[in-house]
């Protein structure tokens, strides 16, 4: 309780430049201002690395220009475009769902792990194992029609809430990336989420949240098995069959999967991104890699190891991870200091919790 | 011989046919004319469909408009684009790289299949089981690093000679359909190559062959493992890992994983693109699915077995499925009646051979 004052104060003062923005990027003489791309970003080294990348690459004649076809930009997303903490939004889905499908099949409210989820005991599912983990995601990610489960993730996403900002979780994107997005989209790139995430998941939302289509979405990701409905209509069904885990090295073979060029501009928050990043600035010209780093517990959360903030398994950025960035020319963006504003005016401006 | 004079004629009615339209479309009164989308198209059923298809998902207040994000065109590429008899380019170039191959490994001249493709005995090559041809493509597309693999391919494509017309394989592609990527692309549709071919093999071309670039490109693929060099410098190695067989049920499949929406038109000309097109047509809304019938062994080739035409291991088209097509509204395109010409203009007009 004792930040509320700052945070509030803090808020205000998110509202008023928001809404100053808004006037001005509507009806304003001043057109220095809004040419701003990057409004909710402080001026400092990582907006100003953002700038001038895009701005050499794309600049006609310049020794550093990326033709159109490959300027491609991929983004992690959970931890880089919208919150993660305490737990990754889609294995709140899978905890949720485990009670529907208790409905369905009972005797999975007498078997482990299904057991612990259905007791609610917070604690006891914290503690759950890799392996359990993984017995709920298979359980609850597969073995329905690719529309059944886009039609369940969607309803979900509609209701479900944020414990702490009591918001649903597509609201809870940060500003500050959706405009670097706009940015590079405005400027001739393809944005890509990169995901260790369900590719299926993040693909129901990732449109309408940040305009990046499905095609666009590559994350960790199962085979589908081609069949017939009693109509003879076909429908795939999502089997539980890993193609591909979207994570560490999975990153740049996902990427090479999908994608099939070496995107030239990376942005990811953990060590599950050090790939991603790598492989982005290991190609020929002119490169963007980037990190952010959670060090806000104010606004959002504040969580490392590096630089002594507290440790997590959640988007866990080591120390290691920071002094190569620093070593490499990658851009590590402070939330506290690089970003403005949080999230998207009108969202979760009002904060009615705060880290744990 | 004999249809010698026949093919002459026909060539030459082409290039004056295509001269006089590149007149028309340059420099021309005659507005109604060079407004033909599809110029190479004989007027029939077959072309009125692919307009009238076009015209209704596009035209803003048509109850059959679809929005431009979901406008989703597959094609299937050996057969469909481009020339496909009397063997996959793909698989020519396997067998080409496996003399490359036996210099690095000596002791590949004395095993088999590998001693059966050296010996250059066509009729023993052309009687390789499954097996044998699986572990020469294995050898051949899998093991080096993606780079390697790019610059090989593109080194021998811009080498290697279609027996029959001693020209490269990337010219022998086929002139309708290639308008019909450019109409559809100008109405909006995202235009995909969805084949049973290697996904790298036919990214290496595919844009500048099709304008469609490697990230819409979706084939048989095999998996990728991250490492580096050793100054420390990333790459991906192509691994003997099959993630995708991108044929029959896996066309939907490969579509579902690399695009995650349901193509609204689909084009192929084989048993392998059934699934392919059962899949677009069983959407909601206007949907058009396609099946070219090599029906024209003058000025290409003649196979199916359907409508009794010869039977063939490489892009069969059964008579069951010429059925089916009748009966589910798909359209058979027939190469004889439908196009005007078959190959783009001053690339394979005159053929110095004929099928076998």
Not at 244 to 264: F, S, T, V
Not at 317 to 322: D, H, I, R, S, V
Request: proline letters at 6%; charged letters at 25%; a neutral charge.
């Amino acid at each position: 309780m004792k930040t509320k004052p700052f945070t509030i104060h803090k808020t205000v003062s998110c509202v008023f430049s928001a809404a100053a923005l808004l006037i001005l990027a509507t009806d304003s003489p001043a057109a220095q201002i809004t040419s701003d791309p990057l409004p909710s970003w402080n001026d400092g080294p990582a907006k100003k690395s953002i700038v001038e990348f895009v701005t050499k690459t794309t600049k006609s004649g310049s020794p550093d220009f990326v033709h159109v076809s490959e300027r491609i930009a991929t983004f992690d997303q959970d931890g880089t475009l919208w919150v993660e903490h305490p737990m990754y939004t889609q294995v709140m889905y899978c905890l949720d769902r485990v009670g529907t499908l208790a409905k369905e099949k009972p005797e999975l409210k007498h078997r482990e792990p299904f057991k612990t989820v259905l007791s609610g005991n917070r604690e006891a599912i914290a503690k759950m194992s890799k392996e359990d983990l993984e017995k709920i995601l298979a359980a609850t990610l597969t073995g329905m029609s690719v529309d059944e489960f886009r039609a369940e993730a969607k309803k979900w996403l509609a209701n479900a809430k944020d414990a702490r900002w009591k918001r649903p979780y597509t609201e809870l994107t940060y500003q500050p990336m959706k405009e670097v997005l706009a940015y590079l989209r405005e400027n001739g790139f393809k944005t890509y989420i990169v995901t260790g995430g369900g590719q299926d998941f993040v693909r129901v939302y990732a449109e309408e949240v940040y305009g990046i289509p499905p095609e666009q979405v590559v994350g960790t990701v199962g085979g589908t098995k081609y069949g017939y409905d009693k109509d003879g209509k076909p429908f795939l069904t999502k089997e539980p069959k890993l193609l591909l885990n979207d994570n560490d090295a999975g990153k740049p073979e996902g990427i090479h999967l999908m994608i099939g060029r070496q995107p030239c501009a990376a942005f990811g928050n953990s060590t599950g991104d050090r790939q991603m990043l790598e492989y982005a600035k290991a190609g020929s010209g002119p490169r963007l890699s980037m990190l952010v780093l959670h060090d806000d517990a104010n606004r959002e959360y504040a969580y490392g190891p590096a630089q002594g903030l507290p440790d997590t398994k959640v988007g866990t950025f080591t120390q290691a991870l920071y002094d190569e960035a620093k070593q490499k020319g990658w851009i590590v963006v402070s939330m506290k200091d690089d970003w403005k504003t949080i999230f998207p005016a009108g969202t979760s401006l009002m904060p009615t919790g705060r880290e744990k």
